[in-house]
């Protein structure tokens, strides 16, 4: 075991050159032919977070000046790991032709695809900063805590992406059933209105089986000067070591058979 680490590390050292490449090549042909480009990343959750409060503000943020804040900081971690999940499950059908030529250790194209956008989302929390200083939110001690939870979004979102890269290799329709999936998550992830409101009614399970609300909590309680639920750490903590261990295992298990479906 310790030989097959070490080996591992020695191959990630020799080819990390390549993973930066891959990154920034993810990050130009995302904002290829756009006038805007990387300005698209401040503006459209911007835009998000307007539209929400407008359609939801009545509902379920009345009286609350830092409504706004409460909706973009779910939303900036969900498009995320939507977004990097999603590039991961495509991340060996879009490189099929490159890993037919040469040799790349084949985790890096769903780990390029995770990191480009951690990179596009970690700008975007810009947006963030600015709309809380202007709504009056002050930082506090417990702001340090926000490291957190975006280690462990960011653990999480390749876990899950390493599974679904290397079941979308052999069922193909894997890409629309997620698309569905993203759904439910996004409705259980409590971005628009407060989750008292549906533990009342009996329904509270759904958020302690969803290890993105459990991100996505902590990393509000960070902006709004809370400590960490530590039920939800520990949610995310076992959710992120079960996804980057089965996610790991399936795709060196199945990697060798991927050229033969691609």
């Known amino acids: 075991m310790k030989n097959e680490v070490v080996g591992f590390w020695k191959n990630f050292i020799k080819y ?10 993810g990050i130009v042909l995302k904002y290829r032919r756009s006038y805007l480009g990387l300005f698209w990343t401040l503006l459209e959750p911007l835009c998000t ?6 359609v939801f503000g009545g509902f ?27 590039g991961c499950m495509r991340s060996m059908r879009k490189n099929a032709g490159m890993m037919k030529k040469v040799y790349v250790p084949k985790y890096m194209y769903p780990l390029s695809s995770v990191l480009f956008q951690y990179v596009i989302f970690l700008i975007s929390l810009s947006v963030l900063v600015l709309i ?35 079941l979308a290799v052999f069922f193909r329709d894997l890409e629309y059933l997620w698309g569905i999936a993203l759904m439910l998550i996004m409705y259980t992830s409590a971005i628009f209105y407060q989750p008292e409101k549906v533990i009342n009614t009996g329904n509270g399970w759904v958020f302690k089986i969803n290890p993105l609300y459990a991100c ?41 058979q991927f050229i033969l479906y691609l």
């Open 60 to 86: 379920f943020g009345q009286g609350d000046r830092l409504y706004p804040v409460y909706i973009l900081s779910g939303r900036l971690l969900y498009t995320f790991f939507n977004t990097a999940t999603k």
């Open 216 to 256: 996505i909590d902590m990393f509000r309680s960070a902006i709004f000067g809370e400590p960490l639920d530590l039920s939800m750490l520990k949610l995310a903590v076992i959710s992120c070591v079960l996804t980057v261990g089965v996610g790991i295992y399936l795709f060196y298990k199945k990697e060798d």
């Open 132 to 166: 809380g200083g202007i709504l009056g939110v002050r930082p506090s001690i417990y702001l340090m805590q926000i490291l957190i939870p975006l280690f462990l979004l960011l653990v999480l979102a390749f876990g899950t992406g390493m599974i679904l890269a290397t």
């Open 16 to 25: 990390q050159f390549l993973l930066r490449e891959l990154v920034k090549k």
């Open 49 to 54: 977070m307007i539209v929400l409060t407008i």
